[in-house]
C-alpha cells in the first residue's frame, strides 16, 4: 500500500530549512515536486517500478515551508533487511541539488540511516554513477557519504568518450584507424536496428558471451521489457557486412547528455577486422546528433569480475578518457564516524 511516512524536519546551517519526506512503495511521489533538473534513468520513478521491488522507500529532500521543491532524492530497495540502491539496474545512489550543504546531507542521511534502523534493516549497499557524469557532485556525494561512516567497497575504473565537435578519428590510435579503414574497405556499414526483436538480440549478445566465457548479467524477459516500455531509450546499432551482423551494440540513453554503450558484442567470425571500431564511431556521431556529450563505455573486466588490461587498453585506443565508479556499504548501528 502507498503511503506517507512521518516527516523528519532538517534546520540547515546555510539559513535555509529542510523537510525529508519518504515514501514507501511510491516512487512516483516524485513528481509531486518541482524538480531543478532532470533524474537519471535509473532514478526515474518508471525505472524504479520495472526493477520490481518487494519494497522501496523513496526518501525526498525538500522545502520545510511549502514541501513543493525537490533538493534531492533516493530510492532504497529493500531485500531480506538489507537496503540496496539500486535493485536491478547499473547504478542508483542520490542525486542532490547544488545549494545543499555537507552540513544539510549529513543531517539528511542521519535521518535516513535512523528511517532504516526503524524499518529493520541492517545494511546499506550503494552504487553510485560514474563521475564523470557529475564530477562535482559525484565527489559531494563520495565525501558526504565515507563521513558517515560508509566504506568504499569497490572503485573501478570507467572509460568514457568525450563528444566534441571533433571527428571521431581525432583522438583514435593508429592501430584502431587501421582497422576502421579495414572495415570501410569491407563495405561495412553502421545503422539502427529498427524494432528489434528482443529473441534476436539477446541470442546475438548471449552467444558472444557464453564463447568469452562471460554470463550475462539480464534475461531476456528484462531486455523485451527495456525495449517496450522504454523504446526511445534502449535502442540497438549494428555493424553490418550485408545482412549478416558483425557488431551490435545495445545502448541506453541514461540523460539527456550520456549515452551508455551497455552491451557491445562481436560476431567473432568477424574478429580480424575488430568491426567495434566501427560501431564506436557511429555511437560517436550519432551522439554529436542528439546532444550527447558522454559516450560512457563502461567498466573493463573479465568473467571473474577482475579488471582486464586488454579491454581497457582498446577503450583508450578508442580515445577513451577514465573515471572511477563506485560502490559504497554500511553496517547499520555501527558508527564509524570521521
Given at each position: 500500500?502507498t503511503h ?5 524536519k532538517?534546520?540547515t546551517?546555510?539559513?535555509?530549512a529542510?523537510?525529508?519526506l ?5 516512487p512516483?511521489?516524485?513528481t ?9 534513468l ?8 520495472h526493477q520490481q ?6 526518501f525526498?529532500?525538500?522545502d520545510?515551508?511549502?514541501?513543493q521543491?525537490l533538493y ?9 533487511q ?8 547499473s547504478?542508483?545512489?542520490?542525486e ?8 544539510d546531507f549529513s ?10 534502523v526503524s ?10 554513477y560514474?563521475?564523470?557524469?557529475h564530477?562535482a557532485?559525484?565527489?559531494?556525494i563520495k565525501r558526504?557519504?565515507v ?7 569497490q ?6 568518450i568525450?563528444v566534441?565537435?571533433?571527428?571521431f578519428?581525432t ?5 584502431e ?7 570501410l574497405?569491407?563495405?561495412f556499414?553502421?545503422?539502427e536496428?529498427?524494432s528489434?526483436?528482443?529473441?534476436q538480440v ?5 552467444h558472444n558471451?557464453q ?11 528484462q ?8 523504446p526511445e ?14 557488431s551490435l551494440?545495445?545502448?541506453?540513453r541514461?540523460?539527456?547528455n550520456?549515452l551508455?554503450?551497455f ?5 567473432l ?7 567495434s571500431?566501427?560501431l ?5 556521431e550519432?551522439s554529436?546528433?542528439?546532444g550527447v ?14 579488471p ?9 585506443n ?7 565508479k563506485w560502490?559504497f ?5 555501527i558508527?564509524?564516524k570521521?
Amino acid at each position: 500500500m502507498t503511503h506517507l511516512l512521518p516527516k523528519n524536519k532538517v534546520q540547515t546551517t546555510i539559513q535555509r530549512a529542510f523537510s525529508s519526506l519518504v515514501f514507501g512503495n511510491d516512487p512516483a511521489a516524485l513528481t509531486h515536486f518541482r524538480g531543478r533538473w532532470s533524474p537519471w534513468l535509473f532514478n526515474t520513478p518508471l525505472h524504479v517500478v520495472h526493477q520490481q521491488a518487494e519494497q522501496v522507500y523513496t526518501f525526498v529532500l525538500t522545502d520545510a515551508e511549502t514541501q513543493q521543491e525537490l533538493y534531492g532524492f533516493f530510492h532504497l530497495f529493500v531485500q531480506n533487511q538489507q537496503g540496496v540502491s539500486p535493485l536491478r539496474a547499473s547504478f542508483g545512489s542520490f542525486e542532490v541539488a547544488e545549494v545543499v550543504s555537507h552540513a544539510d546531507f549529513s543531517v539528511w542521511l542521519n535521518s535516513i540511516e535512523s528511517f532504516a534502523v526503524s524499518q529493520g534493516i541492517k545494511s546499506l549497499s550503494i552504487r553510485h554513477y560514474p563521475s564523470c557524469y557529475h564530477p562535482a557532485r559525484s565527489s559531494f556525494i563520495k565525501r558526504g557519504l565515507v563521513r558517515h561512516g560508509f566504506q568504499l567497497s569497490q572503485s573501478s575504473i570507467n572509460h568514457y568518450i568525450s563528444v566534441t565537435s571533433q571527428p571521431f578519428e581525432t583522438a583514435l590510435h593508429a592501430s584502431e584507424r587501421r582497422r576502421l579503414r579495414k572495415c570501410l574497405q569491407a563495405d561495412f556499414r553502421f545503422e539502427e536496428w529498427v524494432s528489434p526483436s528482443a529473441e534476436q538480440v539477446y541470442q546475438f549478445i548471449a552467444h558472444n558471451r557464453q564463447r568469452l566465457g562471460y554470463s550475462l548479467s539480464f534475461r531476456e524477459e528484462q531486455l523485451r521489457l527495456w525495449l517496450t516500455v522504454f523504446p526511445e531509450i534502449f535502442r540497438v546499432f549494428c555493424v553490418k557486412n550485408g545482412e549478416e551482423i558483425a557488431s551490435l551494440g545495445l545502448t541506453v540513453r541514461v540523460g539527456k547528455n550520456v549515452l551508455y554503450h551497455f552491451c557491445p558484442a562481436d560476431n567473432l567470425a568477424y574478429r580480424q577486422y575488430s568491426p567495434s571500431v566501427l560501431l564506436t564511431k557511429g555511437l560517436y556521431e550519432f551522439s554529436q546528433q542528439e546532444g550527447v556529450t558522454i559516450l560512457d563505455l563502461g567498466i573493463s573486466v573479465d568473467a571473474a569480475g577482475q579488471p582486464k588490461t586488454s579491454l581497457a587498453r582498446f577503450k583508450r585506443n578508442l580515445g577513451a578518457q577514465e573515471c572511477e565508479k563506485w560502490q559504497f556499504e554500511r553496517k547499520i548501528g555501527i558508527s564509524t564516524k570521521v
